[in-house]
């Protein structure tokens, strides 16, 4: 089984890059992991945002294959980070095919995204910097893995 991030856009801020790339290394050794960045849709100036979120929903779909998707959405269910890795092992213990989990672009997801999705994960009631997203969710996967296997990184 592998577990990949999805992401609209690539991550160009240089220190939040340096950090998502310490985590995805960090989680190579835990579980097969990749970092699947969707560039950005060029000229949409024209669409509406319902448009931009049906194009960008397409790529999403298409990157993710026959993954199970899980997406990082602010209407998701909040988890302390023990919470949060009780969760992933159930998931994990149970699935039959990848888990990818996504960060969608500025206005959220489309329909089909969401009726695709079979979870929905919130990392705060407040609103993160889509760069930002994933070095944070990157962190909190591998401490998951950390608290499953009982390594010291969490304290509690």
Known sequence: MRISLITMGR????????GLDEYVSRLSHYVP????????LKGVSSLSEAQIKEKEG???????????????DEKGVEYRSVEFAEALRKRLAH???D???VVGGAYGFSAE?????????????MTFNHQMV???FAEQ?????????????HHE
């Open 95 to 97: 699935a039959t095919k």
């Open 11 to 18: 991550t160009v801020v240089p220190w939040v890059r340096q």
């Open 99 to 101: 888990l990818a989990f």
């Open 58 to 72: 397409a790529l999403i779909l298409k990157a993710a294959g026959q993954a199970e998707i899980i997406l990082l």
């Open 33 to 40: 992991f990749e970092l699947k960045e969707i560039p950005e």
């Open 141 to 153: 996967l591998y401490r998951a893995f950390t608290i499953l296997k009982g390594e010291p990184y």
């Open 134 to 136: 994933r070095t944070v």
């Open 113 to 125: 995204v969401y009726a695709k999705a079979t979870g929905k994960i919130s990392l705060s009631k």
